[in-house]
C-alpha cells in the first residue's frame, strides 16, 4: 500500500533562513508525489508535484521539492523563508487504483518568525 | 483562476440527521473527490467519481454516504443520519483528468458539526 510520513508535526524558522519540511514514501510501483500547502480556514492549494525527470521541482511561491529515490524522500525546500510562508504542509502520494485518489501525510505546522 | 467552490462553510446538524454537502467542481474538470478532515488529524479520502459513477470508494464511506452530481455542475455528497464522529472538515476536489500529471485541486471546505 502507498503510504507518506512526514516526520515533523513542526518546523520553526526565522525569516531569511532556508526551510526544510521533511517527507518520506513507501510506493509499491513508480512514485507520483505531491505537495500542498493549508492556510488557515482555507483549502489545500498546490504547490508542486514530482512525476519523472529531474529530481528538483520547482513550485509555486519560490517552493521547490528534492525527489531522492535512494532515500524514498521528498523534501520540500525554500531558499528563504517568509512569514507569510506559516501555515500547514501536507505531503501526499498519487495512488495507482483507478479512482487516482491522493493519500496524505499527518502535515508540518510551518511557522516563520520575523 | 478557477475555483473549487463549497456551501456551506459551516453546518451544524442533530445526530441523525441527514446532511448534504455541496461543491460546484471546476467548469472543465472530469474528476471529482471527497475528503476528510477530522481536527488534528490528516486528510483522508472518501470517494472519487468519474462519469456519473463512483470509482473508488474508502471504508470510511459506508452506507450512510452517498454521492451525485444531480446537474453536470453540482456534485454533493449526502450523509443520511449522521453520527458524531461525522465531525470533520469536509473537502471536495477535482481534476481536469485522471492522469498522474493532472494534479486535484480543493475548495476551502464545510465544517461538518453534529451535536
Known amino acids: 500500500a502507498q503510504s507518506v510520513a512526514q516526520p515533523e508535526d513542526q518546523v520553526n524558522v526565522a525569516e531569511g533562513n532556508p526551510l526544510t519540511v521533511k517527507c518520506t514514501y513507501s510506493?509499491?510501483?513508480?512514485?507520483?508525489l505531491f505537495w500542498y500547502v493549508q492556510y488557515p480556514n482555507r483549502g489545500l492549494q498546490f504547490l508542486l508535484k514530482y512525476i519523472t525527470g529531474d529530481n528538483l521541482v520547482k513550485g509555486s511561491y519560490g517552493f521547490e521539492a528534492e525527489f531522492n529515490k535512494s532515500q524514498t524522500s521528498f523534501h520540500l525546500k525554500k531558499p528563504s523563508a517568509l512569514v507569510s510562508d506559516s501555515a500547514l504542509y501536507f505531503c501526499a502520494v498519487r495512488d495507482d487504483n483507478q479512482g487516482g485518489k491522493l493519500i496524505f501525510g499527518q502535515g508540518t505546522e510551518l511557522s516563520v518568525k520575523p | 483562476e478557477p475555483e473549487v467552490t463549497q456551501t456551506p462553510s459551516h453546518q451544524v446538524t442533530q445526530m441523525g440527521q441527514e446532511v448534504i454537502l455541496r461543491c460546484v467542481p471546476i467548469s472543465n474538470h472530469l474528476y471529482f473527490y471527497w475528503y476528510r478532515q477530522i481536527l488534528g488529524q490528516k486528510v483522508e479520502f472518501l470517494v472519487s467519481?468519474?462519469?456519473?459513477?463512483?470509482?473508488?470508494k474508502s471504508e470510511i464511506f459506508d452506507d450512510q454516504f452517498s454521492v451525485e452530481r444531480p446537474d453536470g455542475s453540482n456534485f454533493t455528497l449526502k450523509i443520511r443520519s449522521t453520527k458524531l464522529e461525522d465531525s470533520a472538515m469536509y473537502f471536495c476536489?477535482?481534476?481536469?483528468?485522471?492522469?498522474?500529471?493532472?494534479?486535484?485541486?480543493f475548495g476551502d471546505g464545510t465544517r461538518l458539526s453534529i451535536l
Open positions: 510506493v509499491s510501483g513508480n512514485p507520483y
Open positions: 467519481f468519474y462519469n456519473n459513477e463512483i470509482s473508488e
Open positions: 476536489a477535482s481534476s481536469g483528468g485522471q492522469g498522474i500529471y493532472q494534479p486535484q485541486h
